[in-house]
Nanobody, 124 residues
Framework: QVQLVESGGGLVQAGGSLRLSCAAS????????MGWFRQAPGKEREFVAA????????YYADSVKGRFTISRDNAETTVYLQMNSLKPEDTAVYYC?????????????????WGQGTQVTVSS
């Protein structure tokens, strides 16, 4: 069992930056693949980025590639999402998720644990 707590969301102007953090409980954090997802009002939850257990492999949705960077600190049991050049269409609730198999997936249904989400709003 792992508990995830996101932070770092807020209101930012287009072109600005935010850094989301997801703090995980438990001593098995390094065995989980981690992902970031987002959900805008009236839309399905969508994949944003994911990172392998060691942090050596990262994956991004095409819509955020080159603007967002996912990273993790296994010693601090935290995963980050650095978001640059934000656009109004990035507005959503952002969730981090953990997959206990350690396999990176883009499908949110594959993840076992979820945080409560943090709101990101980008104004034009």
């Amino acid at each position: 069992q792992v508990q995830l707590v996101e932070s770092g969301g807020g209101l930012v102007q287009a072109g600005g930056s935010l850094r989301l953090s997801c703090a995980a409980s438990g001593r098995t954090f390094s065995s989980y693949a981690m992902g970031w997802f987002r959900q805008a009002p009236g839309k399905e939850r969508e994949f944003v980025a994911a990172i392998s257990r060691s942090g050596g492999s990262t994956y991004y949705a095409d819509s955020v590639k080159g603007r967002f960077t996912i990273s993790r600190d296994n010693a601090e049991t935290t995963v980050y999402l650095q978001m640059n050049s934000l656009k109004p269409e990035d507005t959503a609730v952002y969730y981090c998720a953990a997959d206990r198999t350690g396999v990176v997936y883009r499908n949110p249904a594959a993840y076992d644990y979820w945080g409560q989400g943090t709101q990101v709003t980008v104004s034009s």
